[in-house]
Structures are given as C-alpha cells and as structure tokens.
C-alpha cells in the first residue's frame, strides 16, 4: 500500500510585508514547511505504520521547493521518501491548477490508494487543492478529518460536521483533508534530522507529466493594500469593578456598539 | 446556465443566490443532501434545482461526480459554494471537471463581456487582487443564511446515479449550540484572557444583555475545548 501526502515548502504571510501599491514583498520571509502539513504527516506516518505501508510526501512548487533544507524538513517529519516537483512557472499558480499537477504526480508515482493532505497552507490558506486534486483523481474526498484507521479499501475515518462528529466507512481510493487538531506532531529528534538526509528525493520534471490542462485563465489586473481600521486597544482599569462596568458601557455607547 | 450553486447538507446559500442572480442570466442550485434542503433552495429565487437524492447512510461527499456531471452537462460561467467542508469537496469535484480557475477570497464579482472579475482577497486578507477570468470560475463564498422566499418555486429535478463510496457509520453530537457569527449583530470576542470554563457564564450574561454573540480566539475553542468550533 502506498500513501501519498502532500506538503508545501512555502513563507507565512505574518513575515511579510504588503506595500502601498498592493504588493507583497517577501524578501524578508523564510521559507518553512506550511504550518499544518506536519499535522498530515504524524497522521499520515501513524496509518502508515499500522497499515505497513509506503509513506510519500508529495510537494510542487517554484523554485527552492526541491532544495536540500526543503526536502529534508519535509523527510525528517516522518516521510520514507519525497516526490518534487520544482518548476517557477508554479510559484503563481492557481489552486486549479496546483491541484492538476499534484494529481498528475500521483498518477506517476502509481499504487496509490490514499492521499492524505493538511487543512490548509499558511500562505493560501484556500482550503480547495485537496477537494480538486479529488476531483482530478476521479477519487471521494473529505475534509476536517480527525482520525484515521485501518487499510486501503477498509478505511475508518472520523470527521468534525457542525455540531458534532461522524465515522465513515471508505472503501475506495480517498483524499483525506487533515483537521488542523487532527494529531499533535511530534518533534524531529536527532536520529530523524540525520535519517532524513539518506532517504530518497525523487525530482520529477513538470513537462514529463501528463497534466490535465486548464479550461480557464486568470490575469492579475489590480492590485490593493485594503485600508486596515485601526484597533481602538482601549484597556479598562478594573480595580473598581462597579467603575470598570461603567466606563465599559460608556466606550461601547461611544462606538455605537450599544 | 450562467451560475450553478453547488449546496451540501444545509441551505445557508443566500447570499450565494444573491451574487449568482447579480451577474444575470439563469440561476441553477444543484444540492447534494436532504430534500428539505433541495425544497428550502427551490423556494430561495433559483431557475432551476437539481437535487442528487442517495440512502440516508449516504453523505453529500458521496455526490461529487453526479454534482459534477449535472454543471457539465449545462455549464456555467461561475460556480458558486459556500465555505463548509461538504461544499468545498462538491466545488473540487466541479471544478476539476471543468477545468475551472478557483478563487476563494471573492469580495466582489461582476462581469466585463466575456470575462468574469473578481477583487480577490490574498495572502490571509493582507492585500487584494482584481482577476480578470476567461473560462469558468469556481468560487468560494460566504453562504449566508437561508435565502427568503420567492413567489413561487422552481421544480426539483431528481438524480439518483450510483454514489462514492462512502457510508456513515456513526454520528455524534458535541452539545455546543452553533450559531452562524456571520449574521450576528454583535460579536464579543474573548480569548484565553478567561481563567476558568466558569468565567463564560459573565461573558454569556453580557451577551444577553447586549444580544450578542460570544466568538472565541482559536485555543478556546481547540485545545481548551470550552466552545464549539463554528466560534
């Protein structure tokens, strides 16, 4: 059994800053594996074990997404080799066509039976590559998973629906969207981060893949910083309850709140 | 078609209907869950209603392909869902049958002949992008709450083709009442400020008060687990 999980090598917006034109300047953000992924692949790693199976990261992006540093975070966090898929004509794609390659890739890497993905990346946060690469797959999927269990073909999974919570059955090939609480992800000891710079990097050329091409296009025709209104960050002092309460509803009444 | 609603287990589409009626030309809702939900949508001010009807072990994810097969059968413009996890997966399945371009920061939608424009949020909401799309575009968007009532309905048509393979074996309730924040008239926020569990029971007499609705910061509601998840 081969399971794929995919991960993004990407900046976090929060070290990033956004100019008055409207675009982003990133030069001073690091790169590092998106904040959720390793959620996927704890989950990921512990089916995987259970199950006796082959555990594949899965990534594509511009370039640096193939780099040593890159691959080998993504290795050490539990992975038994990587597939990248390092091309800068994707460092502005859209989810659509993110989605496509991935699902290419893991047409190419074959066997496989489930692609475990996280919530959602930091940058992006669209929470639609997992639903499209679906799709793309001809494969069920299902977001907000919390738990995991069982083989290809046998799957129990459990999910977060509002109010509650369900198990399903999945008895096919699935893409599952980790909950970001689904596990908490361990650390990468010693033995991991230096296990991690033996295990395999297979970089596949985005041109050898069979990918499904798009219906559509999209051009960037404007761009805006939106006006940010500021906090009004008014602290009450509330070592006199009774005049705490007061000044409290007197600032609301001010804003219009009350 | 000009828009296709794509709708999961609950009706909360209105404002979906509301964007899609605003780019003219024919509305169309495809659901994927109960009839009553197919019936609440037909009534909401759509042409035309495609309800995928499955067993009730079934669920809306189960739809995918037929929800796909029914938008490719009268393809649109845009396609439109709502931000819920089961809609998310029926708006992939549509969209990689389509080979449509995905935005989900959508503030605005309009059209310019052949292309449709969306100002786009980016990045976690730090900068916006106006996107000119040719070819269909596939868009995440508030629902909003259940749309009105229209004078009169349109038909439900029903499929039934074969589902994924996916069965509900067991469901579980977590006891926290959800409210939709979205359409609250006030929202109070409050975050690990609170020592106890117990300290809510100030917040939620304030919120009587003032008709509010409690929000919470994210570790209240994940790692301390004193509120549900939709705060």
Same mark, same amino acid.
């Given at each position: ?7 993004k090598w990407t ?7 956004v100019r ?11 790169p ?7 959620v996927?692949?704890e989950l ?6 259970e199950?006796?199976a082959?555990?594949i990261?899965?990534?594509?992006g511009?370039k ?13 966090r539990g ?10 004509s994707l460092?502005e794609a859209?989810?659509s066509?993110?989605?496509?390659v991935l699902a290419? +890739?893991?047409?190419?890497i074959g066997d496989v #039976?489930l692609v475990i ?6 940058d &992006? $946060? @669209?929470?639609?590559?997992p639903?499209?690469l679906?799709?793309?797959l001809?494969?069920?999927a299902?977001?907000e998973v ?5 083989q290809a073909?046998?799957?129990r999974?459990e999910r977060a629906?509002p109010?509650?919570?369900q198990?399903?059955e999945?008895?096919?090939p ?5 909950s970001?609480d689904?596990a908490?992800?361990h650390v ?6 230096l296990a991690?710079g033996?295990k395999p990097?297979?970089l596949?050329?985005?041109?050898a ?7 559509a296009a999209m051009t960037?025709?404007g761009?805006?910083r939106?006006?940010?209104k +500021?906090?009004k960050?008014q602290?009450?002092? #509330? ?9 409290? &509803? $007197? @600032?609301?009444?001010?804003?219009g709140a009350l | 078609?000009?828009?296709?609603i794509?709708v999961?287990e609950?009706p909360t ?7 899609a009626?605003?780019l003219g ?21 759509v042409d035309?209603v495609v309800?995928c009807?499955?067993p009730?072990?079934v669920?809306a994810?189960a739809?995918?392909q037929?929800?796909a097969d ?5 393809p649109?413009?845009v396609v439109?869902?709502g931000r819920?996890?089961a809609?998310r ?6 969209a ?9 920061g959508?503030?605005?939608?309009s059209?310019d002949g052949e292309?449709?424009?969306v100002v ?13 799309v040719?070819g269909?575009a596939?868009l995440l ?16 048509e029903e499929?039934s083709g074969t589902?994924l393979?996916l069965?509900v074996i067991e ?5 926290f009442?959800?409210?939709d924040?979205?359409s609250a008239?006030?929202?109070i926020?409050?975050g690990?400020?609170?020592?106890a ?6 917040i939620e007499?304030?919120a009587?008060?003032?008709?509010a609705?409690i929000?919470c910061s994210?570790p209240v ?6 509120m549900?998840?939709?705060?």
């Open positions: 059994m081969r399971i794929v999980v995919t991960y900046c976090d917006p929060e070290e990033s800053t008055a034109d409207g675009t982003v300047d990133w030069s001073r953000a690091k590092g594996l998106s904040t959720y992924d390793p996927a692949i990921a790693r512990r089916l995987a074990d199950a006796d082959e555990l990261g899965l990534t594509a511009g640096g997404v193939g780099a040593p540093i890159a691959t080998k975070t993504a290795l050490s992975l038994d080799r990587v597939v990248v898929i390092e091309d800068d460092r859209g989810r066509e993110l989605a496509a290419a +890739a893991v047409r190419q #039976t993905t996280g919530d959602s990346s930091v &992006v $946060a @669209a929470k639609m590559v639903t499209v679906a799709g793309e001809g494969w069920p299902v977001a919390t738990a995991v269990a069982g073909g046998a799957l999974v629906i109010g509650g919570a198990v399903l999945i008895s096919g699935v893409v599952l969207a980790a970001a689904a908490v992800p990468p000891g010693m033995k991991e981060l991690a033996k990097v297979d596949l050329a985005l041109s893949l069979k990918v499904t091409p798009r219906n960037v025709t761009r805006s939106p006006e940010r +500021a906090r960050g602290l009450i002092d #509330t070592a006199d309850p009774a005049a705490a309460a007061a000044e409290l &509803v $007197a @600032a609301l009444r001010e804003v | 078609m000009n828009a296709w794509v999961a609950q589409v209105g404002n979906l209907i509301e964007v009626r605003s030309g024919p509305v169309g809702a495809v659901v994927a869950g109960p009839r009553s939900v197919a019936e609440t949508v037909a009534a909401g001010g035309r309800w009807s499955t009730d072990d669920p994810e739809s995918a037929a929800v029914t938008v490719a059968a009268d649109p413009r439109l869902a819920n996890p809609e997966v029926l708006l992939g399945a549509v990689a049958r389509l080979g449509a371009a995905v935005l989900t959508a503030r605005s939608v059209i292309k449709t424009i786009n949020a980016v990045y976690g909401d730090i900068a916006e992008e106006t996107v000119a040719s269909p596939a968007l508030d629902g909003g709450s259940v749309p009105p009532s229209a004078d009169g309905s349109a038909p439900i499929v589902p393979a069965k469901t579980s309730t977590h006891g009442e959800e409210v924040l979205n008239h006030r929202v926020g409050v690990r400020g609170l020592k569990k117990e300290d809510l029971a100030a007499e304030l009587d008060a003032v008709q609705e929000a994210r509601a994940e790692g301390l687990n004193w549900g998840k939709d705060r």
